[in-house]
Nanobody, 126 residues
Framework: QVQLVESGGGLVQAGGSLRLSCAASGLTFSRYSMGWFRRGPGKEREFVAAISRSGDTTSYADFVKGRFTISRDNAKSTVYLQMNSLKPEDTAVYYC???????????????????WGQGTQVTVSS
């Protein structure tokens, strides 16, 4: 059974940093594209960042470019999201997701992912 477990969320002041982790189990991690998404208060879930199977291709939403970095360690079956220069509008529940085996590259579309974690809360105070 595939399971994704996020961690690393919390409360941070504006301008601060957090690193989210997503540990995967029940799958051959290196064979799956991964993504990070978020849902802010009263908002739809939106794309944040994605990474290809090998990690050589990444994609970012415009609002996080230059501030967030996605990476992965296939040996540890973990994908990371390093978040710097956090803003109050980054407050959200952050989710990691795995694509199906047929998904390649760093894909932005939420609907292309079929396995989701439970999410971790990130709160940025002003």
């Amino acid at each position: 059974q595939v399971q994704l477990v996020e961690s690393g969320g919390g409360l941070v002041q504006a301008g601060g940093s957090l690193r989210l982790s997503c540990a995967a189990s029940g799958l051959t991690f290196s064979r799956y594209s991964m993504g990070w998404f978020r849902r802010g208060p009263g908002k739809e879930r939106e794309f944040v960042a994605a990474i290809s199977r090998s990690g050589d291709t990444t994609s970012y939403a415009d609002f996080v470019k230059g501030r967030f970095t996605i990476s992965r360690d296939n040996a540890k079956s973990t994908v990371y999201l390093q978040m710097n220069s956090l803003k109050p509008e980054d407050t959200a529940v952050y989710y990691c997701a795995a694509g199906p085996r047929t998904l390649y590259g760093a894909v932005e579309a939420t609907t292309r992912y079929d396995t989701w974690g439970q999410g971790t809360q990130v709160t940025v105070s002003s």
